[in-house]
C-alpha cells in the first residue's frame, strides 16, 4: 500500500499546507527582521521541493511497477492540494485573481471526481498531453506569482485556459471509454 511513491506524493500533501502558511504569513519574516523577499524564496523553495516529488512518485512508480490503486488517487489528490494551497494563497494574498482561481479550482475538483470515479468503475483515462502542459504552464505561474514577477498573471490566465481545454478533453475521454465499457 505505502511503497516509495505513494510516500513522495503523501509528502506533498505535507508540504502544501506549510507553503499555504508561508504565502500567508510574511510577517514572520519581516517581523524578525528580514526582508519580505525570504518569504517569497521559501514559498517557492517548498513549492519547487513539492513539485519535484511529483516527477520523482510517477518515475519510481512506472520503473520499479509500484503503480497501485492507492497511488493512483492519492497522486492527484496531492497534486491538486499542491497547487490549491499555492492558488489559493495567491489569491487570499492578493496576488492572483480570484475569477482565475475559481476556474482552475471548480475544474480541477470536477476532474479528480471524475478520475476518482474512473478508477473506481474500471476505466482507464491517463491524463492527456494538454494534461500534462496545464501542470507545467500552472506550475510555471505558481512560481512567477510566488517570486512577484512579471508576467505572473499573463502566465495565470494561460492557465486557465489550457486547464479549461484539457479539462474538456479528460471529460471527452472519459465518455468515449465509459461508452465502450458499457458496450462490451
Known amino acids: 500500500m505505502f511503497n516509495?511513491?505513494?510516500l513522495l506524493a503523501l509528502s506533498r500533501l505535507l508540504i502544501a499546507p506549510v507553503m499555504f502558511w508561508v504565502i500567508l504569513n510574511p510577517e514572520v519574516f519581516t517581523d524578525n527582521g528580514w526582508h519580505i523577499s525570504w518569504s517569497?524564496?521559501?514559498a517557492s523553495l517548498?513549492?519547487?521541493l513539492a513539485s519535484v516529488t511529483d516527477f520523482f512518485d510517477g518515475y519510481i512508480a512506472r520503473e520499479l511497477n509500484q503503480i497501485t490503486i492507492v497511488g493512483q488517487?492519492?497522486?492527484p489528490l496531492a497534486d491538486?492540494?499542491?497547487t490549491l494551497a499555492a492558488f489559493l494563497g495567491l489569491m487570499m494574498?492578493?496576488?492572483a485573481s480570484a475569477w482565475a482561481i475559481y476556474i482552475i479550482i471548480g475544474?480541477?475538483?470536477f476532474i479528480t471526481s471524475l478520475r476518482t470515479l474512473s478508477i473506481s468503475i474500471g476505466i482507464d483515462v491517463s491524463a492527456s498531453f494538454m494534461g500534462k502542459v496545464k501542470t507545467v504552464i500552472q506550475m510555471i505561474a505558481i512560481g512567477f506569482l510566488l517570486m512577484h514577477w512579471d508576467g505572473g498573471n499573463v502566465l495565470l490566465w494561460m492557465a486557465v485556459a489550457v486547464t479549461v481545454y484539457s479539462g474538456g478533453e479528460y471529460l471527452l475521454g472519459f465518455?468515449?471509454?465509459y461508452r465502450t465499457k458499457e458496450t462490451v
Do not use: H, Q
Open 40 to 42: 517569497y524564496y521559501t
Open 4 to 6: 516509495l511513491p505513494n
Open 93 to 95: 494574498s492578493g496576488e
Open 73 to 75: 488517487i492519492l497522486d
Open 80 to 82: 491538486k492540494m499542491l
Open 107 to 109: 475544474r480541477e475538483l
Open 175 to 177: 465518455a468515449k471509454a
Open 46 to 48: 517548498l513549492f519547487v
